[in-house]
């Protein structure tokens, strides 16, 4: 038997609300990965939609850590990143990827800061030009478009959106210094939603699912973590983005059906099988 592939996945641990490495970590288990974290803050809840979440910076730990790691020989065929506590945190994670890139890894970069608009409460607008030089160290960045636009300096644009705007956006993203980019959140009508894939060596390509109406939490965190667990698992970029499309439309529409606050997060967990037997591991 084959030996596991190894993710170090560097995000934040929020207690309640489904996100980070609350997902990362089932999600990436489930597609057959040895996932290690590196934690960059403690909340008690994600921060979007509550109020008196507690929030504990571990930007002082980080180096030790990985220090440790490397001073242990361990090796990874995927450094991942997601939110960060801190600012600083982006010149320390940036160093965290230099000290573990090797030629046959890879480096996927989740520029989790902003949505609908909008910068997440704990970041700045000025967040932003760190996180566009972060993404310049990665060969895959999965940003949405709110992200897009603050990557690249530009006025956040509400959709539906016209093709060639979206491809436009896509190449202005891999101008930054990455080989492949996939946009989630794009749309060109009101009945589907989806992401645009771009591989510098392939093109542009888009896949879809129909569009279930309101804002779900902890959707990218999900969607990111499905398309690398089908990326390890062999599959193509434009096959990897199908098959997280797939996984976060059905985690989005059981949770729509039962009712649930969609501040809790979404039901990923019933889906599981179904991503596993879509990666062909059942």
Known sequence: MKALKRVAAIHDISGFGKC???VALPILCAAGIETSVIPT???STHTGGFE???FRDLSADLPAFAQHWKSIGLSFDCMYSGFLGSQGQLETVSEIFGMFKTQGNIVLVDPAMADNGRMYATFTPSFAQGMASLCARADIIVPNITEAAFLLGESYRPGPYEPAYIEGLLKKLAALGVPRVVLTGVFFNDGHL????YDKAAGVDFTFQDKISGLYHGTGDIFASALLGALLNGFTLTESARIAVDFTA???RR???AGTDV???VNFEQGLPAYVRSLGLL
């Not at 989806?194 to 894939?197: D, L, R, W």
Request: proline share 0%; charged share 10%; no cysteine.
């Open 255 to 257: 949770t729509q059906e």
């Open 263 to 265: 501040r809790f997060g």
């Open 52 to 54: 008196g979440y507690t």
């Open 194 to 197: 989806g992401a645009a894939v």
């Open 250 to 252: 059905g985690s989005i």
């Open 41 to 43: 803050a403690v909340l």
């Open 20 to 22: 980070s490495l609350t």
